[in-house]
């Protein structure tokens, strides 16, 4: 599995837009990145998931370079309630196979009034 | 839907003691897991199944087992609990497909053993 890298913390303030990159140099070609939020005493979960180029859903955009071997997560004008925690994985998509996800430290996300 | 439910929410045992923790989804997902998460970390896989039946085991699976009686539950056993199994334990839920995999993750159990 590839490991990741992403920063531990970053702080932001309410209404910007934030930016988490994620390395992953060892991604293979059938790789997919996904990205997971946990609040404090919840459960991950699930914000978006793409191979390459940009994925956009209604949370926030995914964007991925050709080589793929970083990714960054973009949240549009965060609010307080965006303070959470953010992992990047790396999985192998397969039908009716699972998925096991492996999960890195994450990065702590405080956004500031 | 009620999604990925999990009781109890919190749990206290003593060293030595056996218990079980439940896991149920109502998504009709074919692929459930557990995971732990201690302080400060991310979430480390115990055990898996694909399916009614079939289990295997994930990072650190010493010291629990799972059983896949059916597709809704996925209980996981601990045999002889020990202070080093005190965590937050997460049950999982998807489909896992080869174009798209979200995973549905449960509230959550808070075990500590004294």
């Known amino acids: 599995l590839a490991k990741t890298t992403q920063p531990i913390s970053m702080d932001s303030y309410e209404g910007q837009e934030v930016n988490i990159t994620c390395s992953h140099n060892?991604?293979?070609?059938?790789?997919?990145i996904t990205w997971y939020q946990q609040f404090p005493s919840q459960g991950p979960r699930f914000i978006i998931q793409?191979?390459?180029t940009k994925v956009t859903n209604e949370v926030a955009s995914l964007f991925i370079p050709a080589d793929r071997k970083s990714s960054t997560l973009s949240l549009p004008r965060v609010s307080l309630s965006d303070t959470a925690v953010y992992y990047c994985l790396v999985e192998k998509l397969r039908n009716n196979a699972g998925n096991m996800l492996t999960f890195g430290g994450g990065t702590r996300l405080m956004v500031k009034p | 839907n009620a999604g990925v439910t999990q009781t109890p929410k919190f749990q206290v045992l003593k060293t030595g003691q056996s218990m079980t923790l439940q896991c149920a989804q109502d998504m009709n997902h074919e692929y459930m897991s557990w995971y732990r998460q201690d302080p400060g970390m991310g979430l480390r896989l115990i055990h898996y199944?694909?399916?009614?039946?079939?289990?295997d085991q994930g990072e650190v699976p010493n010291g629990y087992n799972v059983s896949r009686s059916t597709t809704e539950d996925f209980p996981l056993r601990l045999l002889s609990a020990a202070p080093s199994q005190t965590s937050v334990y997460f049950c999982a839920s998807g489909r896992g497909s080869r174009d798209y995999n979200e995973q549905f993750f449960g509230p959550g159990t808070r075990l500590t053993v004294l």
């Open positions: 793409g191979y390459k």
């Open positions: 060892n991604i293979a070609t059938n790789d997919y």
């Open positions: 199944s694909v399916g009614a039946g079939i289990t």
